[in-house]
């Protein structure tokens, strides 16, 4: 797992670093039980501060993205979330906020951004046949 920050998007580092670890999962690329880097070797690595990295964990163990196991480190959870439905649909809900606000600022039209959102999850459903196909969960 590869994760790139950019300081200049105005996005605070822990978030980005949490909305590459979910987008990981989501395509697969990280499988549930995965473990994921430490947090001194990971802050070392994208030159941070070991906070950033423990406040980006923390984000998404609260979501049920990963699980901490004392002693043994951060994984990947099975994919079960621990969040209530309505709490995911509220985080859901923000993140297409910000789709249909950056639709808008684009002048994409209602019907266009259906499409789309139809086409990207025809490719999302792809992607998970093709991971389950090659045996990645």
Aim: aromatic share 4%.
């Amino acid at each position: 797992m590869h994760l790139q920050l950019n300081y200049q998007s105005g996005l605070p580092v822990y978030l980005q670093i949490a909305d590459q670890i979910r987008a990981a999962a989501a395509s697969g690329a990280l499988r549930p039980g995965e473990p994921l880097p430490g947090i001194r070797p990971l802050a070392e690595q994208l030159r941070v501060n070991r906070n950033t990295i423990a406040k980006a964990y923390t984000e998404l163990e609260n979501q049920g993205v990963i699980e901490t196991i004392a002693g043994k480190g951060c994984f990947l959870a099975d994919g079960q979330s621990r969040l209530k439905k309505s709490a995911r649909h509220d985080l859901l809900a923000v993140e297409i906020d910000q789709a249909v606000v950056a639709a808008h600022h684009l002048q994409v039209s209602r019907p266009e951004f259906l499409q789309l959102v139809e086409e990207r999850l025809d490719h999302f459903a792809e992607q998970q046949q093709t991971n389950a196909e090659k045996g990645h969960p």
